[in-house]
């Protein structure tokens, strides 16, 4: 199994451009999540998906857009990108909300 | 609206030294809680996962420790290592994880 996989490792974007984050998972799980990662502010929820076709938000969501067509695959838009979205993103997964996760590798984000 | 504290927010001591981390949430009503691992620049590696139901999990020279009533948990390194060196975060779950901030860890040889 490779896990949790995320693409790109490395992404610089220009203010206002528009990219999508990859996020998939070959352990069959129905719960994924994205979360940021900021100094000082620890880890944080952005969305998160219970099963295919179920999305929520978490607790910073404004400037990102996901959708779960498939149970593998849960990618994360960003439509207009800003500085304040300069971060390290990490998708994750489990069998259920309740169970144990499992991290991917993580996208180092800047936005100039 | 849950809160999970670690303490200390950074941590050297000498090689070999038993240590523990702590961690405090405000909330008890958790289904788990879950210890992580994450080297500079990198992902988040799971150490242990300890159910509400549980009082402790261990793993090698890892051992933590859950008392949900005082919303507390302790992870305890034996024989630290300098390989130990790394930030390790506790979570705690109900539906979603919410993480503390980390507890920088430095093991000297």
């Known amino acids: 199994n490779a896990g949790v996989t995320q693409t790109p490792k490395f992404q610089v974007l220009k203010t206002g451009q528009s990219m999508t984050l990859q996020c998939a998972q070959d352990m069959n799980h129905e719960y994924m999540s994205w979360y940021r990662q900021d100094p000082g502010m620890g880890l944080r929820l952005i969305h998160y998906?219970?099963?295919?076709?179920?999305?929520d938000q978490g607790e910073v969501p404004n400037g990102y857009n996901v959708s779960r067509s498939t149970t593998e695959d849960f990618p994360l838009r960003l439509l207009s990108a800003a500085p304040s979205q300069t971060s390290v993103y990490f998708c994750?997964?489990?069998?259920?909300?309740?169970?144990?996760?499992?991290f991917g590798p993580g996208t180092r984000l800047t936005v100039l | 609206k849950q809160e999970v504290t670690q303490i200390p927010a950074a941590l050297s001591v000498p090689e070999g030294e038993n240590l523990v981390l702590n961690c405090s949430f405000t909330?008890?009503?958790?289904?788990?809680l879950q210890w992580f691992r994450q080297d500079p620049g990198k992902g988040l590696t799971s150490l242990l996962l300890?159910?509400?139901?549980?009082r402790e999990q261990t793993s090698g020279r890892l051992n933590a420790s859950l008392d949900k009533s005082s919303g507390r948990s302790t992870l305890y390194i034996a024989a630290s290592q300098p390989g130990d060196s790394a930030t390790y975060l506790c979570a705690v779950n109900h539906e979603k994880l919410v993480f503390g901030k980390g507890t920088k860890l430095t093991v000297n040889p």
């Open positions: 300890i159910q509400s139901s549980q």
């Open positions: 909330d008890s009503a958790i289904y788990n």
């Open positions: 994750a997964s489990s069998y259920r909300g309740g169970n144990e996760q499992f």
């Open positions: 998906s219970v099963g295919a076709g179920i999305t």
